[in-house]
Nanobody, 124 residues
Framework: QLQFVESGGGLVQPGGSLRLSCVTS????????IGWFRQAPGKEHEGVSC????????YYADSVKGRFRISRDNAKNTVYLQMNSLKPEDTAVYYC?????????????????WGQGTQVTVSS
């Protein structure tokens, strides 16, 4: 069983930055692709970014491209999401999720394990 602890969320002003962390326990991270997703109140669940398990290929939603950067440190069983130039529309609960395949994308049915989420609020 793979479990996650997400952290790093909080309240930030527009234009600010946050770094989210997703730390896994139970199994090593290096066999999993990892995705970050978010859900804002009244909106659908959406994919934000993902990183492959092997060649560290990355993929971003158009809405965050150029502002967010995903990275991973398998030695620490941790995946990061660096979020810069934050906007009010980035406000949401952010979740990390893991899949065991080579899939790189946001289709949720590929992801077997999900974290509990961390709240990000962008507001002045």
């Amino acid at each position: 069983q793979l479990q996650f602890v997400e952290s790093g969320g909080g309240l930030v002003q527009p234009g600010g930055s946050l770094r989210l962390s997703c730390v896994t326990s139970g199994r090593n991270l290096d066999s999993k692709g990892i995705g970050w997703f978010r859900q804002a109140p009244g909106k659908e669940h959406e994919g934000v970014s993902c990183i492959s398990r092997s060649d560290f290929a990355t993929y971003y939603a158009d809405s965050v491209k150029g502002r967010f950067r995903i990275s991973r440190d398998n030695a620490k069983n941790t995946v990061y999401l660096q979020m810069n130039s934050l906007k009010p529309e980035d406000t949401a609960v952010y979740y990390c999720a893991a899949d065991s395949s080579t899939y790189l994308g946001f289709a949720p049915h590929y992801y077997e394990y999900w974290g509990q989420g961390t709240q990000v609020t962008v507001s002045s």
